[in-house]
């Protein structure tokens, strides 16, 4: 999974400089945080794309992970930078997915519960401003679904983080039923995040000028992982499942009408019980992080207020900012409480 780590080491040095700017601000005078409101109403900021590449100490030593997973940035600084943003709730998620490549199934699980362990102690710590996305080894099916059992019922996750495959194998694959079927019954909400798109295009295919194996690898990868799940009939063989695309669900919702006559033209082996756009309105979700009014509003439109949510991406270089909701005309000011924070109060069921 080449794109995503060079991401992650490029924007490494963003990062550390932005948690230095954040203690210098706190040194020389309090940090302000952000109230934001509709119509006057103050609401809750729950952010779905969170992340942590967090330090693995001990679990990775003597590994050939140790160089680049023993250590890595605290948490210490990120309530500063949720105030000046105006969120007001996390949901953290380890994400790269690395792990899913490790053949030893012992070094995968006690990776897995390094993540899952030490952010239920952080969010015991933060109790009003994090909730964990579980971390689970999915190249091995059967121990996935017991740690996501034990991480929602022991520790208290919320939700749980996925990529967009395994090893080039699609997550449609009857082999990980298992994880769907669970995933359905403890009412968890999935949060893919893609990697890159290393699996679906040639080597090299999205190099160079502009970090294309981000700007288009990621989305691509997204809309291809969402379109199999729908076209494979995951979503027939669980119909209440709730999966959140990243990065405005990849381009499936901005060409949604090509996705929609599929079926209709002779040889595509269709098996699906609905149209496309069904499963877009009662299945998947997607996060606002399309940079601008036209872009939430066409999400909303597409999917439905229910289905879109905010995300930031936080702690990496992208804009971030409420105000593409808040201030967008083409919103009512239901629909701008439900992307801001509602639909993630109830998903991930937060009480505080």
Known sequence: MPNRRQFFKTVAGAAVSLYAGERILRAQAPP????????GKRVKVIDVHAHWDMPLGDVVKGTPYEKDHATGPGLDDRVAMMDKLGVDIEAI???????????????????CNKHNDT????????PDRFVAMASIPLQF????????EDATKRLGAR???????????????????????????????AFMHPNGSANLIQ??????????????????????????LIFDGTFDKFPNLKVCGAHGGGY?????????????????????????????????LADAMVFSEEGVRHLVAEMGPGQVVFGTDTPFNWPVSVDPIVNNKSLSNADKEAVLGGNLTKLLRITT
Not at 93 to 106: A, C, L, M, P, R
Request: glycine content about 10%; overall charge positive.
């Open 141 to 148: 099916p059967d121990v996935a679904v017991q740690m996501l």
């Open 203 to 228: 080597q090299n295919a999205l190099s160079g000028r502009g970090g294309l194996g981000n700007i288009v690898g990621n989305p691509l990868e997204t809309t291809v992982f969402l379109s199999r």
């Open 32 to 39: 302000s945080r952000r109230q934001v409101s509709v119509a």
């Open 159 to 189: 939700g749980v983080a996925i990529g967009g495959h395994v090893s080039g194998e699609s997550l449609s694959a009857p082999k990980f039923d298992v994880f769907w079927a669970k995933v359905q019954e403890l009412g968890q909400l």
């Open 252 to 284: 499936l919702p901005s060409y949604l009408g090509r996705t929609e006559v599929a079926c209709q033209r002779q040889g595509q082996n269709c098996i699906i019980k609905k149209k496309p756009s069904d499963y877009l309105r009662s299945n998947i």
């Open 93 to 111: 998620s380890v994400n790269d997915f690395w792990w899913w490549d490790i053949k030893d199934q012992g070094l995968a699980r006690a990776i």
């Open 119 to 126: 952010l239920a102690a952080w969010c015991k710590q933060h």
